[in-house]
């Protein structure tokens, strides 16, 4: 299951938050190295932008309160379909409407 996640920490002061973005950068890394993230980019100015490949909502939700523990903020999160899962559901309505 993909879920484009996208976090918009609280307003403190950058200087502050310099030991929780190293922590975080250590919670992301075996999480990219395993596939349960595809990808992180740091927004510019504050946040971050990350693909989870996971198993369940589940462990979304883990995931999301583990990155929350590290550095709070505000989560808009966007379920994807890979592309076969969107060609093969475009296929069935293709069908349903002949």
Same mark, same amino acid.
């Given at each position: 299951?993909?879920?484009?996640?996208?976090?918009?920490?609280?307003?403190?002061? +950058?200087?502050?938050?310099?030991?929780?973005?190293?922590?975080?950068?250590?919670?992301?890394?075996?999480?990219?190295?395993?596939?349960?993230?595809?990808?992180?980019?740091?927004?510019?100015?504050?946040?971050?932008?990350?693909?989870?490949?996971?198993?369940?909502?589940?462990?979304?939700?883990?995931?999301?309160?583990?990155?929350?523990?590290?550095?709070?903020?505000?989560?808009?999160?966007? +379920?994807?379909?890979?592309?076969?899962?969107?060609?093969?559901?475009?296929?069935?309505?293709?069908?349903?409407?002949?």
């Amino acid at each position: 299951m993909l879920f484009l996640v996208i976090s918009t920490p609280r307003p403190d002061k +950058p200087s502050t938050l310099i030991e929780a973005r190293s922590k975080y950068w250590d919670w992301m890394n075996p999480l990219l190295k395993s596939g349960m993230s595809r990808f992180v980019y740091a927004r510019t100015g504050r946040g971050a932008v990350a693909l989870f490949d996971v198993d369940s909502n589940e462990t979304l939700h883990r995931l999301m309160n583990e990155w929350s523990d590290i550095m709070p903020a505000h989560m808009d999160v966007y +379920p994807l379909l890979d592309e076969s899962a969107a060609k093969f559901f475009l296929q069935q309505q293709e069908e349903l409407i002949k």
